[in-house]
């Protein structure tokens, strides 16, 4: 007897063989027994999930001798031949030869006869999205109004190519990737029927390596069995597929935690002589990085992490050495290293500087870090103020309230340092520079302080008063007096004119000696001190 390849021999035979489809199986399982089955179905799904499968199922379901019925006998003459492949009531059409309006036509003509010898005429197309516009169409008609002993099933992997008219006039099963669990479990009973040992380390391999697909899955294994016998652990796996073992893949990414840039080079150096696709490295690690960030935000995720206990233990492990933030950087410097791995010429160059990149994004501090750090200095410098001091203290009496200053005391205070808040101003708008140079504060009101300017400028009041310069001008002179006030601006008259000053009061003190005097009030601050040193920076600009 010839061999059959364990995909074949491993075909679900029943809907409820059939792994990781429950909401597909169930749905049509109801359909059957309350006799709701529609005329046409159309199963959507990447390779290797079930889609034909289902539609075999569902046609033995419908042409059982004992049928309709949700579980065929599989013995009957219409089960073997629907089996068999040769049961001329289950016609199976491959969409991608057979994808011309003649075909179409053929197939339209035909269905008008009933079943030779059972009770529905099922047609499977398989790969649906390949038929031409004009057979799509020359199917409408029969597809919205077929004969009562006609039934369709459709199988594509891209939907979107499907014109909507079709999908419309079908009931539409999208089926799921299946899980790494549900493949490693499927492997697991078929290699114990089969009398083959499998490591753990090996099935989790193999079913990494299918990406979702079981029939890929089944593939490399009967492909591992030829090659390595009866005996089967991961080194073998990954020998064949040239996949990388899942405890290299963590040291890696413990390296690239760890900015240790030698380590990385190392690992990729031997990947690369042992002939490992290092396209695939990438991703493998996007998705290990990934995995990080679930454990993160939630570390019992059901069903967000298909993982050993082993590797769970492992991220958390990473999880203790850093934080979201960087890793979220990382995966962006991955993305960006895989996107550009695709057209390079050197892969393993790329690769590592790619991997480089990512460690200096491990080690980079986050902003939240430093406002943290910031906070904490901040906290430790107010209570090292406030905490008593060794050394005996002079018994003194309570200090006296603050007297509050006069109108006229607050003026000689606006009087005296009135060049540093004509220079601040200038600073703060320097396009207005010129209008405030010949001014001078006048008198302090109860709630103004009132200022005067050249008459030469009276044209131009409506600068002075623009809503931004009052609350410049409003906030430079509250640091002067203690006390918010309005600014209230009026021309000289010509007798206040003449007690201008006649150095334009700016410029008396360079700039740069001003910047230096102010740099050097905020170093004498003990909370700005502090985060200095512990940042190794220093003060280039002040902004009030």
């Not at 049928?67 to 199976?92: F, H, Q």
Request: glycine share 4%.
């Amino acid at each position: 007897m010839a061999y059959e390849v364990l995909a074949r021999k491993w075909r679900p035979q029943q809907f409820a063989d059939v792994v990781g489809q429950e909401h597909v199986t169930r749905t049509l399982t109801n359909a059957i027994e309350s006799g709701r089955v529609a005329h046409a179905y159309i199963f959507i799904g990447s390779r290797g999930i079930g889609k034909t499968t289902s539609a075999r199922i569902l046609a033995k379901a419908l042409n059982c001798e004992k049928g309709p019925t949700p579980y065929p006998c599989d013995k009957c003459n219409s089960c073997r031949e629907i089996m068999a492949g040769n049961n001329l009531d289950v016609i199976e059409i491959d969409g991608a030869s057979n994808n011309g309006v003649e075909q179409v036509r053929d197939l339209r003509d035909s269905a008008r006869y009933v079943p030779t010898h059972s009770q529905y005429k099922i047609y499977i197309i398989d790969e649906v999205h390949m038929l031409s516009t004009g057979a799509f169409n020359a199917l409408l008609k029969i597809l919205e109004e077929p004969p009562a002993h006609v039934k369709f099933i459709f199988a594509t992997t891209e939907a979107h190519k499907v014109l909507p008219t079709i999908l419309s006039r079908c009931q539409r099963f999208d089926l799921r990737r299946i899980s790494v669990q549900d493949i490693v479990e499927r492997l697991r009973t078929g290699c114990k029927g089969e009398g083959v040992e499998i490591s753990e380390d090996a099935l989790f391999a193999i079913a990494r390596g299918a990406e979702g697909g079981l029939r890929d899955a089944e593939s490399a294994l009967d492909q591992i069995i030829s090659f390595q016998g009866k005996s089967i652990q991961e080194d073998d796996v990954l020998s064949v597929f040239g996949l990388v073992s899942r405890h290299v893949l963590e040291q890696l990414m413990m390296a690239v935690l760890q900015s240790d840039v030698p380590k990385i080079i190392q690992i990729i150096a031997e990947m690369d002589q042992a002939g490992k696709d290092l396209q695939r490295v990438v991703m493998e690690l996007m998705e290990q990085f990934r995995n990080l960030l679930v454990i993160f935000y939630d570390v019992k995720a059901s069903g967000a992490l298909e993982l050993l206990p082993a590797q769970v233990e492992f991220y958390e492990t990473c999880a203790k050495t850093t934080d979201a933030g960087r890793v979220l950087r990382i995966i962006d410097a991955l993305m960006e290293t895989d996107s550009r791995m695709r057209y390079a010429l050197s892969k393993k160059t790329l690769l590592e500087t790619g991997l480089i990149r990512c460690s200096r994004a491990a080690e980079v501090v986050t902003l939240n870090a430093l406002l943290k750090q910031v906070a904490e200095l901040k906290k430790n410098a107010s209570s090292n103020s406030v905490a008593p001091s060794s050394a005996p203290e002079p018994v003194s009496s309570p200090s006296p309230q603050k007297k509050k200053k006069t109108p006229e005391e607050e003026l000689k205070v606006m009087e005296s340092q009135w060049r540093e808040v004509i220079n601040y101003m200038a600073k703060a708008d320097s396009l207005s520079r010129r209008y405030f140079i010949d001014t001078l504060p006048l008198r302090v009101e109860e709630t103004a302080l009132v200022v005067g300017f050249d008459p030469e400028f009276a044209s131009e009041k409506s600068t002075f008063e623009a809503p931004r310069i009052q609350q410049i001008f409003s906030r430079i002179v509250e640091r002067k007096l203690g006390r918010k006030v309005r600014i209230k601006f009026e021309p000289l008259t010509p007798e206040t004119k003449k007690i201008l000053p006649t150095d334009h009061l700016v410029n008396k003190k360079t700039s740069s000696e001003e910047e230096l005097s102010g740099v050097q009030k905020w170093y004498a601050d003990p909370v700005i001190k502090n985060v200095v040193e512990a940042f190794n920076g220093s003060i280039t600009d002040v902004r009030e």
